[in-house]
């Protein structure tokens, strides 16, 4: 995906299209107040004071086509430069737009404003030079969205549009929106029935639904199985702990803002936890180390809560309340390279069971014009940089660098995957932390006696399960892999009276074998009952009738196939455990 902000042209173009917006808009609702019209990664928009009018989706081509309209007539874009004094007068009764003016420094003499024919409006530019130039674009969508984004001024309207300077190129762009729109997490989680969402129940807090429960807990016990084979220790720890523990960890300091408030019960102060590091540390500390029994690595598939803004909460991708598959290893500082190398393997093996191709690692530094927002021991940042640096060269990774990237304890490398909509997500994140065992003082005794502390690897292979889901969804539309599918098999018996008891036999035949497996014999058209198995992407569908059951056999369509295969049972058996072993 283009960044239109990112792009000189196009951000140009895009900004210029969305005073063209503004003056259509002006055109038909001579009343309209302005606020602002900014470019965005995914083209502009303008907040509009329509009074008791509203703009509605099928209201946007009446625009486009008044926006068409100016366009034609071809009028300069001109700019002028005023004084304050002078911008006050010009936009007088324009309220929003005097608030902008009063809020600039008085020491900003010159202000400047753009023209188009009969309409001028507040802005510093840059502009092309005619509306001539504005002739691909599309206005998108309408929202509601609070002045100044604070939710006790009033709703203004927001209409987002994207402009381009060919039409093809804007064809592209809508080609890519509908792409976006077919495997949005949100539509297909509600299609297929994975996960819902209620404001009742409070934003930012999924519900899993029965197959969305399916799928978690076959990832869970993916990796699971996959760190116990590896040496891990699986644990389980509070959601809740007490605000003394994070002050002890530093979270308070550094993340207060993005926890939930504190609950004051008795003479004690608890927090929602929006993270494991600090009850993993307990945990190692409650027992005396040897240097023999480094790395200890702890494990935990572990509920976590972060107070996210209403507006960033998206559908399981960013949420409230969230599902970490998260680890801490502790270990010698001569053990940290064979660790990291460790766990790159993990994860690059992970991430060949379920196909991911396109990701480069990132490794994430400390911003150095801006150290307050970490822990203050320079020291202790230089060396854990340069050591991460060493690891990753040693290890033979292919990584860049991105400052200011860094968790607020130390350096990270970042896996960010490439998804089929062109986001750039991080999935997978080690951290290399020398502040946490300083601050709980954790140690453990060397080969001299002495006491010692450790080295912190923190690591997330799958992250949080919800963001991963969501990522996992609209990379596969919802199509999963076999293994993975919450129902991996349904059968439909043509005619209930003459093939369910075969097709009840075959369930129970095919579930013995730990297979998810549906029967559908709802007194509906076999037709209907097939292409709904096809809308729920079930990876196979049975079709059983009189040949089935009398030759005891079963007959099968792969989702997405119209041809019907016929094998034995043992066949097909040997098949689907075949599928879900390799992970094909």
Same mark, same amino acid.
Request: with cysteine; proline share 3%; glycine share 6%.
């Given at each position: ?43 502009? /928009? ?129 080609? /890519? ?331 129970? /035949? ?75």
């Amino acid at each position: 995906m283009i960044n239109i902000k990112e792009d000189e042209r196009l951000s140009k173009l895009n900004h210029s299209c969305a005073h063209l917006l503004a003056q259509a808009v002006k055109h038909k609702y001579p009343h309209a107040k302005f606020w602002v019209g900014p470019v965005i990664e995914e083209g502009f /928009y303008y907040d509009i004071d329509l009074g008791d009018d509203v703009i509605k989706e099928e209201d946007l081509e009446m625009l486009e086509k008044e926006m068409k309209k100016i366009s034609k007539d071809g009028k300069r874009i001109v700019r002028h430069e005023i004084s304050k004094k002078e911008a006050l007068e010009m936009f007088k009764d324009d309220p929003y737009k005097l608030d902008l003016i009063e809020r600039m420094d008085d020491k900003e003499t010159i202000i400047s404003c753009y023209t188009q024919g009969d309409f001028t409006d507040l802005c510093r530019g840059p502009h092309v030079d005619t509306v001539k130039e504005l002739k691909y674009f599309k206005l998108l969508k309408v929202s509601g969205a609070y002045w100044k984004g604070d939710s006790n001024n009033k709703v203004l309207q927001r209409i987002y549009g994207i402009c381009f300077d060919t039409e093809q190129d804007l064809e592209n762009h809508l080609k /890519y929106l509908e792409e976006v729109k077919e495997r949005d997490h949100r539509k297909l989680g509600k299609d297929l029935e994975i996960f819902m969402m209620s404001d009742l129940v409070g934003k930012g807090l999924p519900m899993w639904l029965p197959k969305g429960a399916t799928l978690r807990r076959t990832l869970d016990r993916y990796i699971t199985d996959k760190e116990i084979s590896l040496g891990y220790k699986h644990v389980c720890t509070p959601s809740v702990g007490s605000v003394d523990l994070y002050k002890t960890s530093g979270h308070w300091e550094h993340y207060k803002d993005d926890m939930f408030p504190s609950m004051k019960l008795d003479d004690e102060e608890y927090v929602l936890r929006p993270m494991n590091c600090p009850h993993h540390m307990m945990m190692f500390k409650n027992s005396l180390h040897s240097y023999r029994d480094l790395p200890i690595r702890i494990a935990e598939i572990a509920n976590d809560f972060r107070f996210e803004a209403s507006g960033a909460v998206c559908g399981i991708e960013r949420t409230r309340a969230f599902t970490q598959n998260d680890s801490h290893i502790f270990c010698r500082p001569d053990q940290i390279k064979e660790e990291f190398k460790n766990v790159i393997d993990l994860i690059l093996d992970v991430y060949k069971d379920f196909g991911f191709e396109n990701y480069s690692f990132r490794l994430s530094l400390r911003d150095k014009n801006n150290t307050e927002k970490y822990f203050g021991n320079d020291l202790l940042w230089e060396k854990s940089e340069n050591e991460l640096r060493e690891v990753l060269d040693e290890v033979g990774v292919d990584y860049y660098e991105a400052e200011g990237e860094a968790a607020f304890y130390g350096p990270k490398l970042d896996v960010q995957v490439k998804s089929a909509i062109g986001h750039d997500v991080t999935l997978s994140t080690i951290q290399l932390d020398y502040q946490l065992p300083e601050r709980f003082e954790l140690t453990y005794i060397d080969e001299h006696g002495d006491k010692v502390r450790p080295v912190v690897i923190h690591r997330a292979i799958l992250g949080s399960l919800d963001r991963f889901t969501a990522f996992l969804i609209e990379e596969t539309k919802g199509v999963f892999k076999t293994w993975l599918a919450p129902v991996q098999i349904n059968i439909i018996p043509v005619n209930n009276e003459y093939h369910l008891k075969y097709s009840k036999e075959l369930e129970k /035949y095919l579930s013995s074998f730990g297979f998810r497996v549906e029967l559908d014999s709802r007194e509906e058209k076999l037709s209907y009952r097939m292409r709904e198995s096809q809308t729920k992407k079930i990876p196979f569908t049975l079709i059983i009738g009189d040949n089935e059951r009398d030759n005891d056999t079963i007959s099968y369509r792969k989702f997405g196939s119209r041809d019907t295969t016929t094998v034995s049972k043992k066949e097909f058996v040997d098949m689907i455990k075949d599928l879900i072993e390799t992970k094909k």
